[in-house]
């Protein structure tokens, strides 16, 4: 897709499949020549294109949030954190420690909201049912899904630094130079910036009664369901990691190559 001087978005459908692989498999060699990021070994058939695909036209959406749902090593955080990058935006996890509770939670909060926010860079927030140490968690995200608010997260002391790093770009975006207007721009400003990607499982009820307790995950979010890989593309995963294995016997690989055609 390709946007115009105002902004507007135009999608072109993309018919060449195997330029649209070649292109997936080049930002994913460029990502793992970043040395600040983690590189991954990912084998990139069609269903992963697919999945990468959605979750980069969401992530370019104004404020584009999408749920993943999908058992664990399905490839959503690994296929995120590629879409992102080609999307040009920065993943953040948290890091679940032994002492991780709310506090921490909103404290990683609020270098997303400062990020999105006072410095207008675009940062994609992932986060994982398997970090769910307290619910109240959920209850910050449903807040920043449907209105971006998430209640008592800065304190009164903090905010006057806020208002000040958004008061010349609020000023020239045409807002009043008062705290309410400045408060306001800021939190549009982190609802266009930040981008929430919600890894969560199906497996059993746990799913269910959230979204019935937080209706904003539903409501807020394009769902993706990771369904189960098809064999095409097994076949494509073992036939990568197996093409650099050595054999002893040069006749054992053609009859591996047709046990995966089979």
């Known amino acids: 897709h390709e946007a115009d001087d105002n902004g507007h978005v135009t999608y072109e459908e993309a018919c060449d499949y195997q330029k649209i692989r070649q292109v997936v498999e080049e930002k994913l060699e460029d990502y793992n020549m970043e040395p600040k990021l983690i590189s991954m070994d990912l084998a990139m058939f069609r269903d992963a294109i697919m999945h990468v695909s959605r979750i980069h036209r969401v992530l370019c959406q104004p404020r584009g949030n999408i749920m993943l749902v999908g058992v664990g090593g399905s490839g959503r955080s690994s296929l995120t954190r ?13 890091e679940i420690t032994k002492n991780y509770r709310l506090f921490e939670f909103r404290e990683d909060l609020k270098k997303l909201y400062n990020t999105a926010g006072c410095d207008n860079k675009p940062v994609v927030f992932l986060f ?3 970090q769910i140490k307290d619910e ?16 008592n997260l800065f304190l009164k002391d903090e905010i006057p630094a806020i208002l000040d790093a958004v008061r010349k ?3 020239k975006a045409g807002y009043e130079e008062t705290p309410d207007h400045l408060w306001d721009f800021f939190i549009n400003r982190v609802r266009a910036n930040l981008h929430v ?3 969560m499982s199906f497996i059993g009820g746990s799913l269910r ?5 937080y209706p904003g995950l539903v409501n807020c979010t394009t769902i993706d369901w990771f369904h189960t890989w ?33």
Request: aromatic fraction near 8%; hydrophobic fraction near 50%; glycine fraction near 2%.
């Open 128 to 130: 994982n049912d398997t």
């Open 230 to 262: 098809p064999s095409e593309a097994l076949q494509e995963v073992a036939l990568k990691f197996l093409a650099d294995v050595q054999f002893s016997d040069d006749e054992m690989r053609p009859r591996i190559a047709i046990v995966f055609a089979d």
């Open 169 to 171: 770009p609020a000023l």
């Open 82 to 94: 590629l879409a992102s990058y080609i999307a040009e935006m920065t993943t953040f996890t948290i």
């Open 209 to 213: 009664n959230r979204c019935r307790m």
């Open 197 to 199: 990607v919600l890894a």
């Open 136 to 151: 109240g968690f959920l209850e910050d995200i449903n807040n920043i899904l449907s209105s971006g608010i998430v209640p």
